[in-house]
């Protein structure tokens, strides 16, 4: 083999070893988490009233992204040890040995300042102080407090992944509304009966992981009934933007249609008691979710075009 071959083959390797470091780090930031983030966040933004640059808009939701993110890497770094020891997670980056434990904190920490500190300089400060408070709940009350304490892990941790829409809102506003606060309210409401929905099948995981999840410690058929009851509750939050008047009735018809679609498949998680039901709930949730605030985004364009 010729020297030649050698360097290229050497150059190759370094490439294909660099490409997979990023991926690793990118992993970190838990971007099917993040992507979420930031389009709840970018329909807070484009409701909102008022206007702000396209540049400053972009900066805002690169922001909203980016602590998303980094409070993700924070969250694998404090729980390496029981990421380990459940199968949906023991092939994250920590646990598998690809990115070391501080590594990822000092990764995580960085992003977590640099987002705030932009976002507070190039959009505004209410806007930087809920980023700072979404990032500090989920790693603070969640991660470090509620998650392996309580049953209730979810239902109040549940906040950190509500917040986004309200920043998207405050970025143009500059304050905290009652309408962002009904955004924030539609993805708290969701929160449990999307993760307990989760957890019906994974219990046995999270029980080997110690981590007390609602089926874990109350059992299977008190998660059932309490999936029910957030999902009833969750159906009158969820029409509030048409009842306020800053939705139209395509959302006010759309949301009630799919409110009602996921009640009635949280009945069948009730009566079934399979997991197939919990399956069904849990893929259904994330669609839920997703159409909520495209027919909020899609209003609001056709009300800009108009």
């Known amino acids: 083999m010729s020297d030649t071959s050698v360097v290229k083959e050497t150059i190759e390797a370094r490439a294909n070893t660099d490409l997979t470091r990023v991926g690793d780090y990118f ?77 990822t904190l000092a990764f995580g920490t960085v992003l977590s300042v640099a987002s705030v500190v932009l976002m507070g300089l190039a959009v505004n400060y209410v806007a930087a102080a809920l980023l700072a408070l979404t990032i500090a709940f989920y790693v603070f009350v969640y991660t470090m407090w509620l998650k392996r304490r309580t049953p209730q892990n979810i239902v109040i941790g549940g906040a950190a992944g509500a917040f986004p829409p309200m920043i998207g809102w405050a970025a143009v506003t500059g304050d905290v509304s009652a309408e962002s606060l009904v955004l924030f309210a539609i993805i708290f409401m969701w929160t449990p009966p999307h993760f307990w929905a989760l957890s019906l099948w994974r219990d046995i995981d999270y029980a080997k992981a110690g981590v007390p999840m609602l089926p874990v410690v109350a059992g299977r058929d008190v998660t059932r009934r309490q999936i029910v009851l957030y999902s009833a509750l969750l159906f009158p939050v969820a029409v509030m933007p048409y009842s306020l008047g800053y939705a139209g009735i395509l959302y006010g018809v759309g949301a009630a249609v799919l409110s009602g679609l996921f009640l009635l498949l949280s009945f069948k998680v009730w009566v079934a008691k399979d997991e197939k039901s919990a399956k069904q709930l849990f893929a259904f949730s994330l669609l839920y979710l997703f159409l909520l605030f495209a027919m909020l985004l899609g209003e609001s364009l056709i009300r800009t075009v108009i």
């Open 27 to 103: 992993a970190l930031l838990k971007p099917r988490v993040m992507s979420l983030v930031v389009f709840t966040g970018l329909v807070g933004l484009a409701v909102a009233p008022g206007t702000i640059h396209p540049v400053l808009a972009f900066t805002a939701l690169l922001c909203i992204a980016v602590g998303a993110g980094a409070s993700g890497a924070i969250n694998m770094w404090y729980d390496a040890d029981i990421d380990a020891v459940m199968e949906r997670t023991k092939e994250r980056p920590i646990p598998s040995g690809r990115v070391s434990a501080n590594e």
